[in-house]
């Protein structure tokens, strides 16, 4: 009777197994959508992009750290072009320095002396500052004007950026001030601004700045309400 009874149990516990529901698989979970926001090189003509590289529409900026209105659109454009562009993988921003003197140079050089991952943020810091650094350098006396200029142009340079406090923004953001310093009064890297300098006015036809160049053309646009429309479509 307990064999029996066995065979029945066992035979019920099949017969169960047999027709019971599959376990539900739960669905795969959906890849997360990557940030390129993320993503900042420098490139070969000079500046440093942040974005897809392959996107579709490619902006540039070509802008001066003594502008007022490059400051604005740091302030007002940029923080938008991320969120509704960039993140995306649509657009790629790039920001090439267009020195206009050698203040603008001095901070540029510093600025650049940062990994690329630090380059935005060190360069909106130095566009937060502006009104700052350059009361500093309209607060110099004739005297000590005089001396500067009377310095060789490395050492003169290393001078504005300690006066501007681009050596001490540089530190917050990565870089030693020994290796600003380097940066500083690196000739091969002044020269590649002036470079870039003279394509933004031989090839684009700049005329001021911030000027923005949208897939190869000059949007001839200057500000982000003007260029925000043009960023509706792939044509530009």
């Known amino acids: 009777m307990m064999r029996a009874l066995g065979f029945a149990?066992?035979?019920?516990?099949?017969?169960?197994?047999?027709?019971?529901?599959?376990?539900?698989?739960?669905?795969?979970?959906?890849?997360?959508?990557?940030d390129w926001a993320r993503l900042v090189s420098a490139t070969p003509e000079g500046g440093f992009r942040i974005g897809n590289p392959a996107a579709p529409l490619k902006l540039v900026e070509y802008a001066s750290f003594t502008c007022s209105h490059c400051a604005q659109?740091?302030?007002?454009?940029?923080?938008a072009l991320l969120r509704d562009h960039v993140r995306s993988g649509r657009l790629s921003f790039e920001f090439r320095n267009f020195v206009r003197d050698p203040y603008d140079m001095a901070a540029a050089l510093?600025?650049?002396c940062a990994s690329p991952a630090n380059f935005f943020p060190l360069t909106h810091r130095i566009f937060e500052t502006r009104e700052q650094w350059i009361a500093k350098f309209q607060g110099?006396?004739?005297?000590?004007?005089?001396?500067?200029?009377?310095?060789?142009?490395?050492?003169?340079?290393?001078?504005?950026?300690?006066?501007?406090g681009f050596t001490a923004l540089g530190s917050q953001a990565g870089v030693p001030a020994a290796k600003a310093q380097q940066c500083l009064?690196?000739?091969?890297?002044?020269?590649?601004?002036v470079a870039m300098r003279q394509v933004a006015i031989g090839r684009h036809s700049l005329q001021g700045t911030p000027t923005f160049i949208l897939n190869g053309r000059n949007t001839e646009v200057h500000d982000w309400a003007s260029l925000q429309p043009l960023l509706?479509?792939?044509?530009?």
């Open 73 to 79: 659109f740091a302030e007002e454009g940029f923080p």
């Open 110 to 112: 510093v600025a650049r």
């Open 9 to 34: 149990a066992a035979a019920a516990l099949i017969g169960t197994v047999a027709i019971g529901a599959p376990t539900p698989k739960k669905p795969a979970a959906a890849p997360a959508a990557r």
């Open 140 to 164: 110099l006396t004739p005297e000590q004007a005089k001396e500067l200029n009377a310095l060789p142009v490395p050492q003169r340079l290393a001078r504005f950026a300690g006066i501007g």
């Open 185 to 193: 009064t690196n000739k091969k890297s002044m020269d590649q601004l």
């Open 232 to 236: 509706k479509s792939p044509g530009g």
